[in-house]
């Protein structure tokens, strides 16, 4: 039986913002996580897909606690994070590390390259100081480039060199955990298979678990043993890669994975839905994609679907699908 490394249960995250009324003092809250609760097994890769906004990268802050949960719980092999006082967290930093989406701003250009990658390792005491420069030259070999490279700064680097430079420094302090925050959408596509490919090998050389945060719903399909499917905020879907691309089940998915190019376009038609206003509340009672949903019922619209398990393995919150199993 497979070992539960990461287990978020019932997470929400809130921050303030300023009130849409006019001339109120009352700060307004933006609920950018609501509710949401999935487990990523130990050297497996959870992914997390969605259009921009629907709060991916915020789950990953907050599993990694640089955003303090407004509810819920966040377990790390079994001991609870989410609550934790920052004082509390530094071991757990240690083994959680990640790797962010822009590999120009994520890199401190004043440093070197081997300043950069034994930062992390001097924070939490790690070795001695040739026994840390050992340990960045192996790193910068395993990423695929040159010991002489450690004496380079950023900014004599191409954006995938760079993006390898973040690997090297994620991996220096020997995590166990990898959030991947859209790891290769600032890449060009021929990098892209190139960085995927390298987080692979990783993974199964050094024993890592990833959470993939990513648009890129090829990319996701390819690295991710399961994968969660995110709305504004809410959790719609949840199943294995197989699962969820042979038979998705919530029309959000389903319009996901219809909007993947085809070398034919005439070959698949776009799900039909209510076209998008633009206006995209997360306050919305009832299903938060009913407005964009033809198959929409007054149900969706007063009821917030649960996220329950409609397949063994696969979980939906969608109203439409309960009626069709209990017909």
């Known amino acids: ?176 955990f990898v959030v991947c925050d859209e790891p290769i959408s600032a890449l060009d596509v021929s990098l892209q298979a190139q960085i995927v490919q390298m987080l692979q090998d990783l993974q199964q050389e050094l024993g890592l678990t990833y959470l993939f945060i990513s648009h890129q719903l090829q990319v996701v399909q390819k690295i991710c043993d399961e994968i969660g499917v995110l709305y504004l905020g809410s959790l719609l879907e949840v199943s294995d890669a197989p699962g969820l691309y042979g038979n998705p089940l919530h029309p959000y998915t389903k319009m996901l994975i219809s909007s993947i190019p085809v070398p034919d376009p005439r070959i698949r038609m776009l799900e039909n839905l209510v076209e998008d206003t633009g206006v995209q509340s997360r306050d919305i009672r009832g299903c938060k994609f009913h407005n964009r949903c033809q198959q929409c019922s007054e149900r969706c619209r007063q009821e917030v679907p649960k996220l329950q398990e409609a397949e063994p393995g696969h979980l939906v919150a969608c109203h439409l699908y309960e009626k069709e199993k209990e017909v």
């Open 1 to 176: 039986m497979s070992e539960t490394l990461i287990e978020v249960k019932n997470l929400s995250v809130h921050f303030r913002q300023k009130s849409p009324k006019l001339l109120s003092f009352q700060p307004g809250i933006l609920k950018a996580v609501d509710d949401v609760s999935f487990h990523i097994e130990k050297g497996r890769t959870f992914g997390l897909v969605g259009e921009s906004g629907s709060g991916k990268s915020t789950i990953g802050k907050a599993i990694l606690r640089y955003h303090r949960p407004a509810a819920g719980e966040i377990f790390y092999a079994g001991t609870e994070i989410g609550a934790r006082p920052e004082r509390e967290l530094l071991p757990f930093r240690k083994k959680m590390q990640s790797i962010f989406q822009d590999p120009y701003s994520s890199l401190d250009p004043s440093h070197t390259v081997k300043d950069i990658i034994c930062e992390p390792m001097e924070i939490h005491r790690m070795g001695t100081a040739a026994e840390r420069k050992a340990r960045a030259q192996e790193l910068i070999r395993k990423v695929g480039l040159k010991e002489q490279d450690l004496l380079k700064y950023p900014h004599e680097f191409s954006g995938g060199q760079r993006q390898r430079i973040s690997i090297a420094r994620a991996l220096s302090v020997q995590p166990e």
